[in-house]
């Protein structure tokens, strides 16, 4: 088989074998090998271990020859050495069919019944297994890692369904002495190595090496385990784990605890060596029981002369093809004792003679075919025609002379197989009970012992030392536990309970980090017996309630304290508890949490429990010092605040100082009830969610009132209202601009009645539009309840003294549900009109679901489903100037829905002549992406009805405030709507847009190819997907891009006419794979400062500017360009690929022709020209960058500050946690706010331009205002100061 891939040619099978090749690799590794006996037998220094083959005899034990798994010891193991110290508290025989539950009650026991009790084991450690997650402390420690019990290692030595003997040769008694005749050191020396067994099922040697020593064996050079090796000076001073009469303080381990290190041991510094390849070193594993000095040796499987399918194939085939005289098993002796005999004569007697195949007597012994042609060939024997008259083929025998070297090599070769084929034949004859018929085998020179239980003996696995069968039916086959078992290093077959708390314990001790995987594991062999109505065994109900104890958990339970805490994505926090989220932020989760359970008067105690042990948990996993402290400090108790507060003797409306003063003095009085006194003081510490009680009881001194988040002048958050989301963010922000704060105030308090005053007629309505379109009655008083709700908060954020503030379920219903879907709803549930009353149809409790629930079929409308952001630039149905100004015929018509926000109010556009080149523009007929499809029908049972995305939320809220303070009382109406309207005056810019042919052949004079049209604006849709861009590429993206119309690529070009006083930039994060046809959310920083210039998008701006921007822009596109395309795709980045090619091809692929050296030089060249040539443009990307920043320099009129900052964290684009920065503005402009729903932080702009990088948390909104125009006033609260000094 000729193969020049390198894979496959090491198993010329082509069967499927375990990674150890030495199994199955090529035969003549061994043959080409000289074997010289005097090489790995060093001197008379006899293996001190003396159990190996052919030099010492062993006694076998005691017991006869057994197959393992049937055997059960009926004697009880280690008999008086333990003592069940575990008394339990519960009868465990009433566990019937109730789950696996924890009694409180248990927990406290633990500390007698300690776990080190139910076994025997030492060289733990209390405190490093308290504290398994700090990886500082496992550093030091250093463990060694998983391990596994002697029944394992029986396993992992050599393979358990096979049996290996050891062998021993003895030299022929022959009446002549024949010439090269191998001497009696020669025979004594054909097997491998001393310590080589036998096995005849591979017909293969196994090299086993077992010894208590202090001294480790030679380790190879540069050995580095993937896990430390074991505490050497601890293996050196105890005693052996497993053994009788020499430990006189009692057994101090049940068992031995083995590690693995593959490969560790070079066979040729042994003494005496083991050798069997040329290569460098041959390679020995070692295994070390870390609680003593014994350590075992063991090699891969040692290949026999006859590759182990030609043994088989050979004897397959004589037991399905017997002689006509024989039974199959005389067959078969017949056939091997034959070869055996050949062999023999040819070594011990000299025979030369040729071996004539074709006749009668070895046709009847073995048969001619292709498989003993192959059989002989490899013993060394050359067939061939002998007798040119007759044609009649022949065996010739191999040289045997010692003298050459040829010689000696077919020597060596032929006395191996002769050991070999006659071990084979005494184990068969031994072993096969099958029928002989009155064949009468031959006694064999070679002796061989079943050494099993000697090996096992050895290492602690035989079955008086570990019992087999003992596993109950409930384990035995349950299906699932083999990775239980694998993990805990532990067979089913020889499970014990008590030898299950070892090897649990054991794992733990040695590699702590894995704990919960191993508790795991053992809580589901537990849980396995209890879920089939068995009674788990008293140790390990008493090992699982000493691990409950001490907090262990397992992976299921930590799902749910993670759910329990509010994480996850259909929980309250709405975003995934990963390492992007800080301990700060899984702190504060935990005390809203707590809070929350505080107002829960059923099952508050309960749900308080399970958040305290939730957080032990995540502090746990994540190895978080700053959670564990959290938790010692806080946790709580199952004191109510009454309770809390009549501990003390203290009224409910007590001041924080008057408290710290009563408690000081309580302790000081009974001390003895400092703990009581202490508990009730966390939870009112909790229960007011004050900084300052929890900052006295973490430090013990009084920080003062520390007004940070209660101060008269700090905003107020806003409390979480189930799944809200970014509605808080939206309403803070509202908050912040005066205008807007101002122009709703006079609604606050207003009743029902005063809201629906109908002054006005139907043609007063006829003459107002909002967002493009009329309004009906019912839209202006559900928009004026709104308006209303919004200024009732407004006043409760400014004159609250409270930390937060709670929306109204109302105010969120009216801010999330459009007027179109409330409509919609109506029509679908009761089929009536839509101009029933509005307070009818608003949604019923029911339960609410998370927009990413609503996702759609349709993957293209699927990013435009997002909470991050409206779809990517709706040019199309931008475009629609030519469409008449009459009103909708439809008035009712969604105003978002398929309506972009570029776009709302379109009918405010102008009505000039610019409108007139116009005529062939139709794009309505192709818009690029279609229109959102009606919504499903369950999406009305949700508790919010339908959740929009962000921007259709602030649409929403625009449009509401917008409709609510139209004003019927003047006459000039729609026009005059634009300078009345505070949402317009504040967020609408003016934008004109113009759409060229692309191509520079088209006659761009021509009329009719151009098109261009003005429109209003609120946000601009600036694109987030690739990295190193910032604010002004985004931006330049969107004013001058290529857009796809009616199937023909055309240019956009945009330019501003009026610029608003708030420009609210979105950022559009929701990007669609066209691979894997899903959206998601590009994390890409995008860097932006505290000011950004927009004069080079104005359309006054300098024509001369513009056009050699242009031809920069152009430049650096296209250099960017080819930095993409260097670094992205498939294959990408490039230059690291070509450089694993070279290597790949300079290292592996040598026998390939095509590979030779000026290949690999080629591929490196080309690697070393891939890299220069990326680096190069770079750097020249770079220069234009810089280039066409120059260009603008001095543009600076247009100047605008960053006021707001909304982010998004998460990996989802359909959901995920939002908060909001704001800007102390206009007192502290380098003073930012942090508006984490309930909390409001003071925070460094640092934090606010940080780059964002590699984190989940980014913005999706950015809000500039314009230099000086002072819309933004982000802190209003009342003073009470003020309004004293004011009296005085
Ligand atoms: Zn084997
Ligand atoms: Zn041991
Ligand atoms: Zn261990």
């Avoid at 182990?308 to 017997?322: A, G, I, M, Q």
């Avoid at 015929?889 to 105003?895: C, G, I, Q, R």
């Avoid at 009505?911 to 009305?940: F, G, H």
């Avoid at 995008?1086 to 242009?1110: C, H, I, N, Q």
């Amino acid at each position: 088989m000729s193969n020049n891939s390198p894979t496959s040619s090491r198993h010329p099978s082509g069967a499927r074998s375990p990674p150890p090749t030495s199994h199955q690799s090529p035969n003549r590794d061994v043959l080409s090998a000289p074997i010289a006996p005097s090489s790995f037998y060093g001197g008379n220094n006899a293996s001190t271990s003396g159990l190996g083959s052919s030099h010492t005899a062993y006694i076998p034990p005691e017991a006869s020859p057994f197959r393992e798994p049937e055997l059960v010891s009926e004697e009880p193991v280690n008999p008086g050495t333990q003592q069940d110290t575990v008394t339990s508290t519960t009868d465990w025989n009433d566990v019937g069919d109730t789950p696996w539950q924890f009694d409180s009650a248990w927990a406290g026991n633990w500390g007698d019944a300690s776990a080190t009790k139910i076994v025997d084991i030492d060289g733990r450690n209390e405190e490093e297994e308290l504290n398994w997650f700090d990886a500082e402390m496992r550093q030091q420690c250093a463990r060694p890692g998983p391990g596994v019990l002697p029944p394992v290692l029986a396993h992992l030595l050599h393979d358990s369904a096979h049996t290996l003997y050891s062998v021993v040769p003895s030299k022929p008694e022959l009446q002549h002495d024949a010439e090269h005749r191998p001497t009696t050191e020669e025979v004594r020396t054909a097997v491998p190595h001393a310590n080589a067994y036998y096995c005849k099922e591979d017909n293969g040697w196994i090299f086993l090496l077992w010894r208590f020593s202090s001294v480790l064996p030679p380790l190879v050079n540069g050995f580095s385990p993937a896990h430390p090796l074991p505490d050497l000076e601890r293996r050196k001073k105890s005693q052996p784990c497993v053994g009788e009469g020499e430990q006189p303080f009692g057994q101090v381990n049940m068992t031995h605890h083995w590690h693995h290190y593959p490969q560790a041991v070079d066979g040729k510094a042994l003494n005496p060596p083991f050798s069997q390849s040329h290569g460098d070193c041959d390679l020995l594993d070692l295994y070390l029981c870390c609680q003593c000095s014994l350590y075992c040796l063991a090699s891969a499987v040692i290949p026999g002369v006859l590759p182990r399918n030609l043994v088989e194939n050979l004897t397959r085939e004589k037991r399905t093809h017997p002689s006509p005289d024989k039974t199959p098993k005389a067959s078969i002796l017949a056939t091997w004792e034959t070869i055996l005999t050949i062999i023999q004569n040819r070594l011990f007697r000299n025979e030369t003679r040729l071996l004539p195949v074709t006749r009668p007597r070895f046709n009847s012994k073995i048969g001619w075919s292709d498989l003993v042609r192959r059989v002989f060939e490899t013993l060394g024997f050359k067939s061939d025609v002998f007798s040119e008259s007759n044609n009649e083929l022949a065996l010739h025998p191999p040289e045997i002379n010692p003298a050459t070297p040829e010689g000696k090599l077919n020597r060596a070769r032929l006395l191996r197989a002769w050991v070999e084929i006659a071990a084979w034949l005494t184990i068969f004859e031994k072993t096969n009970k099958d029928p002989l018929g009155n064949y009468i085998p031959t006694v064999q020179e070679v002796k061989t012992d079943n050494v099993r239980e000697l090996i096992q003996s050895a290492i602690g696995a035989h079955v008086n030392q570990i019992p087999r069968g003992l596993v109950p039916t409930s384990l035995e086959n349950a299906p699932g536990l083999d990775e239980a078992w694998c993990s805990l290093g532990l067979t089913p077959t020889s499970y014990l309970p008590k030898l299950l708390c070892f090897a649990y314990l054991a794992q733990c001790r040695c590699d702590p980090a894995n704990t919960k995987t191993y508790f795991t594991h053992l809580f589901n062999i537990v849980n396995t017996m209890i879920n089939s109505h068995e009674t788990p065994p008293q140790e390990l109900q008493s090992l699982i309630m000493d691990e409950r104890a001490r907090f262990r958990y397992t992976a299921d339970d930590l799902r749910e304290h993670i759910s329990v805490l509010g994480f996850g994505r259909d929980s309250e926090l709405g975003v995934e508890l990963d390492d992007d989220v800080d301990d700060e932020f899984i702190l504060q989760a935990w005390r809203n949490a707590r809070r929350r359970a505080w107002r829960d008067t059923s099952k508050g105690a309960e749900r308080r429990k399970d958040l305290d042990e939730a957080l032990r948990a995540v502090a746990d996993e994540r190895g978080s010092k700053v959670l564990r402290k959290a938790w010692e400090e806080e946790r709580g108790s199952g004191m109510t605040p009454d309770a809390a507060y009549s501990t003390l003797e203290v009224p409910k409306d007590v001041d924080e100082s008057m408290l710290i003063t009563v408690y000081m003095m309580r302790i000081e009085d009974t001390p003895s009830q400092a703990d009581r006194m202490r508990e009730a003081m966390n939870v009112i510490a909790e229960v007011t969610d004050s900084e300052r009680l929890r900052q006295f009881l973490s430090s013990g001194r009084d920080p003062g009132d520390l007004s940070n988040s209660t101060a008269p002048d700090m905003p107020r958050g806003l409390n979480q209202l189930g799944n809200t989301c970014y509605l808080n963010s939206l309403l803070q922000y509202f908050y912040t601009i005066k205008d807007l704060r101002e122009a709703v105030a006079p609604l606050a308090h207003a009743d029902t009645k005063s809201l629906d005053d109908s002054k006005f007629t139907d043609d007063d309505l006829k003459r107002h539009r909002v967002g493009g379109r009329l309004v009906t009655r019912r839209e202006i008083l559900r928009s004026k309840k709104f308006v209303s709700q919004l200024a009732e908060l407004f006043f409760n954020l400014e004159y609250c003294e409270e930390p937060a503030v709670t929306p109204s379920l109302d105010l969120a219903k009216l801010a999330l549900v459009t007027s179109q879907d409330e409509e919609e709803d109506d029509q679908r549930t009761t089929g009536t009109d839509s101009s029933n009353d509005t307070d009818a149809t608003l949604v019923e409790d029911v339960p609410m679901r998370t927009p990413h629930e609503r996702s759609s079929p349709s993957p293209i409308e699927t990013p435009a489903d997002s909470v991050l952001g409206k779809r990517h630039r709706e040019m199309g149905s931008g475009m629609d100037v030519d469409e008449p100004l009459e009103p909708p015929s439809a008035p009712t018509s969604p105003p978002h829905d398929a309506v972009p926000a570029n776009q709302v109010a379109s009918s405010s556009k102008l009505k000039e002549p610019e409108d007139v080149e116009m005529q062939d523009a139709t794009p309505a007929k192709a818009p690029p992406l279609p229109p959102r499809k009606p919504r499903p029908t369950d999406d009305s049972v949700m508790m919010f009805g339908r959740q929009h995305d962000v921007s259709e939320c602030m649409d929403n809220c625009m449009f509401q405030i917008e409709t609510a303070l139209l004003d019927f009382q003047q006459e000039k109406a729609a026009i005059e709507d634009d300078k009345t309207s505070v949402v317009k005056r504040l967020f609408y810019g003016k934008k004109r847009q113009r759409l060229t042919p692309l191509t520079a052949s088209d006659d761009t004079r021509h009329k009719s190819s151009i098109h261009e049209k003005e429109d209003l604006f609120s946000h601009l849709h600036v694109n987030v997907s690739e990295e190193g861009y910032d604010l002004y590429d985004s931006l330049g993206r969107y004013f001058d891009d290529i857009v796809e119309l009616d199937g023909q690529k055309k240019r956009m070009e945009v330019s501003l006419v009026d610029l608003p006083p708030l420009l609210q930039i979105q950022l559009q994060r929701v990007q669609f794979n066209r691979e894997t046809q899903q959206a998601y959310k590009s994390q890409a920083y995008v860097k932006f400062g505290e000011t950004v210039y927009m004069d080079r998008f104005l359309e006054s701006a300098d024509p001369e500017k513009k056009a050699r921007a242009k031809g920069v822009q152009a430049e650096l596109n296209a250099a960017r360009d080819r930095v993409q395309r260097l670094t992205e795709g498939k294959h990408a980045p490039f230059a690291p690929a070509l450089g694993g090619v070279a290597d790949f091809l300079s290292t592996y692929a040598v026998d390939a022709p095509e590979a030779d050296e000026s290949l690999v030089a080629a591929v490196r060249d080309e690697r070393e020209r891939v890299a220069a040539q990326l680096e190069q443009e770079r750097g020249r990307a770079a220069q234009l960058k810089d280039a066409l920043e120059d260009v603008w320099r001095g543009d600076r009129g247009a100047a605008y500050e960053l006021t707001s900052v909304f982010v998004h964290r998460g990996s989802s684009p359909s959901w995920g946690h939002y908060f909001f920065y704001s800007r102390h503005l206009p007192e502290r402009p380098d003073v930012w706010f942090k508006y984490n729903d309930s909390s409001v932080t003071v925070v460094s702009k640092d934090e606010v331009l940080a780059d964002t990088t590699g984190s989940t948390a980014n913005p999706y909104m950015l809000v500039f205002a314009r230099k000086g125009c002072e819309t933004i006033q982000t802190v209003k609260r009342f003073d009470p100061q003020a309004l004293q000094e004011m009296q005085e």
